[in-house]
C-alpha cells in the first residue's frame, strides 16, 4: 500500500494576487503613480516567492545564538545569526523597504504618498522575513528621529545615511533599548541614568530588559539625564553605538566587531515566536551614547516620533501576516479532499475562510490609512492629518494586532493537524501573531493613550468628522450600511463628549479597551467606504460585511461564503 502524501498548493503572487493591494494603490497614487511603483512591488514579490522565502525558512531553522567569550576568554558578546537572516537584512536594504520614504527620488515621483508605497512594500516583505520586519520598523523609527531639526547635524549625517542606505554593505537597522524589568510601559520608572561628558557625548548606565535586534549597530534608547528628576516626560532618547568601530571609547587596538564598551548582554530571550529575531537584555555600564536632541528639554515627545511609526509599522506586519496566512489557508482548501468533496467547495469553510478575508481587508485598509496620515506629516506637516493621525496610529495598531492574534489561530485550525506540526510552519503564524499585541504597547496602554489623546488633544475630532463623511458616500451603495455607521457615528459622538467630561472616571477608564475598539471598527468601516466610493467591489463587499460583523455582531457566515472569490 502506498503512503499517502498531502499536495500542497503554492499561493498566487503576493502582488499579482492581491486585487485589494493593487486598487489601494490605484486610488491612493493614481494611475501614473502606481504605474512608476509597479516594477519595485513586482521584484520584491518575485523575491518573497523565490529566495526569501527559502531564506525565512533557513532564519527559522537556525535561531540567533549568543557567544560570550572568544577562545582566549575575552568577553566579546557576539550575536550570531543565519544567513537566512542576513539574506532578509540584504533585501530589505535592496528593495529600499526602510529607505523609500526618505529617498528624494521617491518623494519627487510620489510626495507625501511615498509612505503608501512603502506600506505596500511592507505588505509583500513582512509574512515572511523571519520578522526581520521587526528591525526595518525600529530602523525607521530611528531614521524619523534622526531626521528632526533639533537633532545635531553632525550625529544626523553620520547616521542617518546608514539606516536608509540600499547598499547592503552600508546599510544598518536599529535596536530599541527603552523597557526596563521593573517598569515595562511604565517608563516612569526607569532607572537608566545618562551623564554628560566634556567632548559632548554622553554616558549610559542602566539596565535594559526587552532590546529587539540586538545584533543592530546602533540602538535608541531612552535615559534619565542625572538631576532631571522624576517621571517620563524628562526622559531623553539616545544613539548608543553597539560596536567597538563606532564608539571612540574602544580605542584603535580592539576589533571593530567587538562590543562597545559597557554594552553587556546579559543573554538572548527565550520567546513564544519571533525566534529568528535576536532579542536580548543588555547592561550599561558607562556606555558612549549620543543626544538626540537637548537632554535639557524633555525628550519623551521626541522619542515618541520613533513609537509612532513603530506602531503604523505594527499594524502593517498584522495585516499582512493575516492577508499572507488567508493565502495559504485559501491555496490549501484547493488542494485538500474532505468528505464530500474538495475542502475548499465546502460551504462552511468556505464562510470562515470569507470572515477572514473580511478581516483581513479592514486590517489591510486601517493600516494604510496609518501610514497615508504619516506621509502627509511628515512632507506636508498637514495639522489635520498630525491630529489624525495621533489617535489612528494607536488605534491601528491596537485592533490589528487582536485581529492578527484571532485569525492566525483560525488559519492553524484551517490546516487541521498539519497546522499544528512545526515543519509545515503553521504554527509560526500564531507564535509570530501573539507579539502584535503586546510590542509598542497592550491593547489596555494603547486604549489609555486613545483616552489622552481624545481627551486633551481633541483627536477624536477628526475621526468624527471621517466617520460623516464616510456615512453620505454609504448611502447610495448601502441605506443599511449607511444607517448602521450614522448610529454608531452619533454614538461615538455622545460617548467622546461623556469622556472629555471626565476622562477619570472609574466607567470611563475600565471602558476604555471597549470605547477604543468600537472606534477602530467605525473607522475601518469608513475607510472601505471610501474605497468602496471610489468604484472597488470587494471593498464595497467587505464593507457591508465588516459592518455586520464588527459593528451590529452578526454573523456573517452565509454572506461571506457567497462573497469568498469577490472578497479575495
Known sequence: MSRYVQPVSTPDDPYSGDPLLRSWLERQLGPAGHAAAKGRLADLAADVAGPLRAAHADAEAHPPTLVRYDPWGARVDRVDTSAGWQAQRAAAARH??????????????????????????????????????CPVAMADGAAALLSLPEVDAEVRDA???????????????????????????????????????ADGSWR?????????????????????????????????????????????????????????PGVIVHRLKDKLGTRALPTAEIGLRDAYALPLGDPAVPGLVRAMTLVVVTRVHNASAAAAGMRRGLAYARAYAEARQVAGGRLGESPLHRGTLGALAVDAAGAFVLAGHAFALLGRVEVGADPEAAAELRVVAPLAKLATGRLAVSSASEYVEAFGGAGYIEDTGVPRLLRDA????????????????????????????????????????????????????????????????????????????????????????????????????????????????????WLRHEDIAADAHRHLELLG
Open 96 to 133: 529600499a523597504v526602510v529607505a523609500l520614504p526618505y529617498l528624494e527620488s521617491a518623494r519627487g515621483t510620489w510626495g507625501a504618498a511615498a509612505r503608501v508605497v512603502q506600506h505596500a512594500l511592507l505588505h509583500l516583505y513582512g509574512p515572511e522575513s523571519a520578522t526581520f520586519s
Open 204 to 260: 549610559l548606565t542602566g539596565e535594559k530588559w526587552f532590546c529587539s535586534a540586538a545584533d543592530a549597530p546602533m540602538a535608541v534608547a531612552l535615559a534619565r539625564p542625572e538631576d532631571a528628576g522624576r517621571g517620563s516626560r524628562v526622559l531623553a532618547p539616545f544613539l548608543v553605538p553597539r560596536y567597538a568601530a563606532d564608539s571612540p571609547l574602544a580605542g584603535a587596538t580592539i576589533a571593530p566587531d567587538a562590543p562597545a
Open 434 to 549: 501573539q507579539v502584535l499585541p503586546i510590542w509598542e504597547g497592550t491593547t489596555n496602554v494603547l486604549a489609555l493613550d486613545v483616552l489622552r489623546a481624545v481627551t486633551r488633544e481633541d483627536a477624536g475630532g477628526p475621526l468624527l468628522r471621517r466617520l460623516a463623511a464616510a456615512v453620505d458616500l454609504a448611502r447610495p451603495i448601502s441605506p443599511a450600511l449607511a444607517d448602521t455607521l450614522a448610529a454608531v457615528t452619533d454614538e461615538l459622538r455622545g460617548t467622546l463628549a461623556e469622556v472629555t467630561g471626565d476622562p477619570t472616571a472609574v466607567e470611563v477608564v475600565a471602558g476604555a479597551r471597549g470605547l477604543a475598539l468600537r472606534m477602530a471598527y467605525a473607522l475601518t468601516t469608513a475607510l472601505l467606504v471610501e474605497h468602496a466610493a471610489w468604484g472597488d467591489e470587494q471593498a464595497e463587499a467587505a464593507a457591508r460585511l465588516w459592518a455586520r460583523r
Open 159 to 197: 547616521w542617518l545615511p546608514r539606516l536608509i542606505a540600499t547598499d547592503p554593505d552600508t546599510a544598518i537597522v536599529s535596536g530599541q533599548w527603552m523597557t526596563e524589568s521593573q517598569g515595562g510601559s511604565d517608563l516612569s520608572r526607569s532607572s537608566t541614568i545618562g551623564r554628560p561628558a
